[in-house]
Every structure is written in C-alpha cells, then in structure tokens.
C-alpha cells in the first residue's frame, strides 16, 4: 500500500500518508462513538440512582441523539474550514467529557440530560460526520465501501461496549457513577488519539490508475453543490425522506424488540434478548454489506432492494408466532437498518459531489432524529402487529423514492451535456 503525499497548506495536512492508516483510525473513532447505542445497560441503574421513572431515564438517550442529529451539520461545515483531526479532536473531548462528568450528576437527572445528553451529543455529533466527510475525499474509487467500513464501527459500538459496562456497573465493582467517569476517559482517549491520523484529501484526489465506472459516471453529480444549493433542490428532500423512512422502520422494532418478541413467541424477557444483540450484530454488517454492494450496482438500486426486502419482512412478521422466525426477521431488519446509514453518505455525494458532502449530509442527518422519534411513537401508538403491517405499507411507498432520485440524476446529467461546449 502506497503512502499519498498531502498539501501542507493547512495544519490538518503534515507529510505522506496511507489513507488506509486514516480508514482504520476511523473505525476505532467510530466503535467508541456508537458505544452510545448500548444505553439500555445503563437504564435500570440510572432509574435507582436518580429515583426516575422509565421515560424520564430513557429520555437521556432521546436527547443524545437529538443532539447529535442536529450537530453533525456543523460539525461539516466545521471540519470543511478547520481540518478532520481538529474537529474531530474536539468532537472527542466533548463526547469524553460529558460521559465523564455525567458520574457526578446523581440524584439530578436534569443534569444528567446536559451532561451525557447535551454535551455528549454535541461531542458525538462532531466527531461521527467528520470521518465520513473525510473519507469519500480519500476513496473516490469505493465511496460505499468506505463509508460503510466507517459507520459498521459505530454500529458495533453497542456490542463491544455493552458487556465490559454490564460489569462495570455492578455495585459489586464499580457503579453507575464511577463507570460512567471510566468510561469518558476511555472514550475520550480512543476519539483524540484516532483523530490524530485525519489528514484532508488533496484536491481532487483520485488514486493512481483509476478510472470511475459507467455506473459511478452515470449516477454522480455534474458538479459540487453548496449547503445552500442542496436545500434548494427536491433532490436534497427525497434523500432525507429516504434516511428517515428507512430509520422509522428499524427504530420502531428495536425499540420494542424484546417485548414483542415476548408476546408473539412467548419466550421470557432473556430468550428476547438475544434479538436486542442480534440486532445491534446485523445492524454493523448491514452498514458494510450495502455499502460494499451499492458501489456495483449503484446507490438507487441498493436503497431499493432495501424497501423490498423489508416490505416482505414486516409483513412476514406481523403474522410470526415462532421465536427462530422472529429472530431471522429481526436480523434482517437490523442489516437494512445499518444499511441506510452505510449508504446515504456516499449518495449525498454522488447526487450534490464530494467537496461538501461532509455538511450537505451532516444537515441530511436530522432525518435520523425524526425517524428515530416517529418509529417508536408509531409502534407503541398501536397493537405491534397492526403496527408492523402499516410499517410494510410505508416501506412499499418508500420503494418509489430511490428510482425518482435516478431519474432526476439522469436528468441533470444529460442538460449538462447538452449544455458543454463539446456538445455545441
């Protein structure tokens, strides 16, 4: 693997390179943000602790992702004028920080909110849009794959976090208080330390000998949009309501998994935890798997496959009483759940172009909050298997979205055409 020599013309940019050194420092980056998916194995404890009752708890977690949602935008265009290693180094602090001071909130679960919620979601924000934003500059060649290898970190955050905090916890080691102080400081090191290995792209950086493919020619933007310029476009819309359908569905069953799980099979609360993991497991692999495939057979293509597979698994499991079954559905919920968000970056680039894809999707990222918040209102709102088949009626809607964006790319691609003076 060769090293890339980089523009030392910002303090992000010092010496060559190996942009899959970069890559890898973004996984581990990524793994320590997405340990904020393992909240649950916080929940009870933060209950006792702060004399709570379950919404006032859970409502920790609303707020952190909130927070990030809304931050990521800023943390685009932040990382687009600064550099990724400085952004993403403040975005670590911030994360680390607020877990670390959240230890010494209790009983006051205000606090806790502005703590772990707020500056913690605020930190998250940051630092999650930098490495993508960074890293469709580094790999033009394999725009999915890399996003996807990016955000399968923070999908498995959960799952390597989750066991080590369950024995923190217990009162017999450490406590919630103290290991929410270790856990910052670990998250703190592990985000600045990767965010020291971020260098910026060179200007149009393309690797030795490529050549784009006829599906990346046909499907990527004629030219670099601005923020300004996407909102302004029905385009930038249709992605968002893609993102947001798409995170509705996989929101509302994993925000009942275990409960329904026992009351359609029957099984009790521990036999229906293992749907929870086997989620978070497939959430990870989606976020690879889709991304990996939607650099050959494009991005409107895989996002379609994605709403056709889940109208057959919604509507299978509205009607399944049998645990094994259920499991299966839910896996593959979880993978084209993870797949959304292993696909959008590389599609906000292809449909608005590379050089400010890191802002343009950071915005995009509200369409996480909305359907992280309609998903589960919808399915607790109603009987789970009525619920399940309205979600199947929307996934069928959905389909329509990602050939609509294929037309409107192909739309422009051609006016451009027409328009260039090879063409005159």
Not at 157 to 172: D, H, N, Q, R, Y
Not at 258 to 274: D, K, R, Y
Not at 288 to 297: G, P, T
């Amino acid at each position: 693997m060769s090293t890339v020599p980089v523009n030392r013309n910002t303090s992000d940019n010092a010496g060559p390179i190996n942009r899959w050194v970069i890559a890898i420092a973004a996984v581990f980056m990524q793994i320590a943000l997405g340990a904020v998916y393992g909240w649950s194995v916080f929940l009870n404890s933060v209950i006792a602790d702060y004399h709570a009752d379950k919404p006032s708890a859970n409502l920790t977690f609303t707020i952190t992702i909130i927070a990030l949602g809304i931050t990521a935008g800023f943390g685009g265009f932040l990382q687009a004028r600064f550099g990724p290693r400085a952004i993403a180094t403040a975005g670590g602090i911030l994360y680390g920080l607020g877990v670390f001071l959240a230890g010494f909130t209790a009983p006051n679960i205000g606090l806790l909110y502005f703590t772990y919620g707020i500056i913690g979601g605020i930190g998250l924000g940051l630092a999650y849009i930098v490495p993508l934003a960074m890293l469709i500059k580094w790999f033009p060649d394999r725009r999915g794959f890399i996003t996807g290898l990016a955000v399968a970190g923070f999908g498995l955050g959960a799952t390597v976090m989750s066991p080590i905090a369950t024995e923190l916890i217990k009162p017999t080691n450490l406590g919630l208080a103290r290991t929410f102080n270790y856990l910052g400081i670990a998250y703190l090191i592990i985000v600045v330390v990767a965010a020291q290995f971020y260098r910026k792209a060179p200007d149009n950086f393309a690797p030795a000998g490529w050549k784009p493919t006829l599906i990346q020619k046909t499907e990527q933007a004629a030219r670099n949009y601005s923020l300004k310029e996407a909102l302004s476009t029905p385009r930038w819309y249709i992605l968002w309501l893609i993102l947001a359908l798409n995170v509705t569905a996989g929101a509302a069953l994993i925000s009942v998994a275990s409960p329904l799980a026992q009351n359609f099979a029957g099984v009790n609360a521990t036999t229906a935890s293992v749907i929870v993991v086997s989620i978070s497991i497939f959430n990870g692999i989606g976020r690879l798997f889709w991304a990996w495939l939607s650099d050959f057979i494009g991005r409107p293509f895989t996002f379609l496959a994605i709403f056709l597979v889940q109208i057959l698994v919604f509507f299978i499991m509205s009607q399944a009483s049998n645990f094994a079954l259920l499991l299966v559905l839910a896996a593959i919920v979880g993978l084209c759940y993870g797949g959304g968000f292993g696909t959008m970056p590389a599609f906000a680039a292809d449909f608005f172009g590379p050089k400010n894809s890191g802002t343009i999707y950071g915005v995009m990222l509200t369409a996480w909050s909305a359907g992280a918040a309609l998903g589960p209102i919808l399915i607790s709102s109603m009987d789970y298997r009525t619920a399940l088949l309205i979600i199947a009626v929307i996934m069928i809607v959905s389909a329509a979205l990602p050939l609509l964006t294929r037309f409107l790319i192909g739309r422009e691609r051609a006016a451009a055409d027409a328009a260039s003076p090879a063409a005159n």
